[in-house]
Nanobody, 124 residues
Framework: QVQLVESGGGLVQAGGSLRLSCADS????????MAWFRQVRGKEREFVAA????????YYADSVKGRFTISRDNAKNTVYLQMNSLKPEDTAIYYC?????????????????WGQGTQVTVSS
């Protein structure tokens, strides 16, 4: 059973940084691709970043490329999202997701498990 729990959200000023964490209580974390998505109320869910099971290959949405970094520690069953140079338009609920595959995808429907989300608010 995969259970994802996000943490690290909060309020930050524009230009600041936050680090999100997503811990998995399951035993098969290292065999899953992981991703972060975000959603603003009333808008569609948006892909942010993804990482293969090995952690070697990553993929980013153009809107966050160069500012956000996704990483994982398979020994700790945890995936991270380091967010730098934050902008007000980054304000959203951030969700981590796990896919029963070694490779990642930027479509939310391809992911099998989701966390409960953590709020990130960037003030101008």
């Amino acid at each position: 059973q995969v259970q994802l729990v996000e943490s690290g959200g909060g309020l930050v000023q524009a230009g600041g940084s936050l680090r999100l964490s997503c811990a998995d209580s399951g035993r098969t974390f290292s065999s899953y691709a992981m991703a972060w998505f975000r959603q603003v109320r009333g808008k569609e869910r948006e892909f942010v970043a993804a990482i293969r099971w090995s952690g070697v290959t990553t993929y980013y949405a153009d809107s966050v490329k160069g500012r956000f970094t996704i990483s994982r520690d398979n020994a700790k069953n945890t995936v991270y999202l380091q967010m730098n140079s934050l902008k007000p338009e980054d304000t959203a609920i951030y969700y981590c997701a796990a896919r029963r595959s070694y490779s990642y995808n930027d479509e939310g429907r391809e992911y099998d498990y989701w966390g409960q989300g953590t709020q990130v608010t960037v003030s101008s």
